[in-house]
């Protein structure tokens, strides 16, 4: 089993930063990993995903050259630094690890931290 726990969510105005931190723990955080973000009223939506070795990554077309994925394996830790922050951003962010092969597919992901609040004002 993983726990994670999203962190580092927060209210910002259009062209902030925001670093959002997901502290793995229960065993080693060796799984591929990614973000995913649900705003109200929609879905659920792929934000960005890291392999365990943090040599690939995946991005969503509205968040690529903006938002960056990284991990920390010796921390256990996963994060995603966003840049250039847009009103359509704001969202409930998770962090999610899986034992499948890196994927953008939510059904893959075993593992889902409680969300981290962004919001984007105007």
């Known amino acids: 089993q993983v726990q994670l726990v999203e962190s580092g969510g927060g209210l910002v105005q259009a062209g902030d930063s925001l670093r959002l931190s997901c502290a793995a723990s229960g065993r080693t955080f060796t799984t591929h990993a990614g973000w995913f973000r649900q705003a109200p009223g929609k879905e659920r939506e792929f934000v960005a995903a890291?392999?365990?070795?943090?040599?690939?990554?995946y991005y969503a077309d509205s968040v690529k050259g903006r938002f960056t994925i990284s991990r920390d394996n010796a921390r256990n830790t996963m994060y995603l630094q966003m840049n250039s922050l847009k009103p359509e951003d704001t969202a409930v962010y998770y962090c999610?690890?899986?034992?499948?092969?890196?994927?953008?597919?939510?059904?893959?992901?075993?593992?889902w931290g409680q969300g981290t609040q962004v919001t984007v004002s105007s």
């Open positions: 999610a690890a899986t034992n499948f092969g890196l994927t953008i597919s939510d059904q893959k992901y075993d593992y």
């Open positions: 890291i392999k365990w070795s943090g040599g690939t990554t």
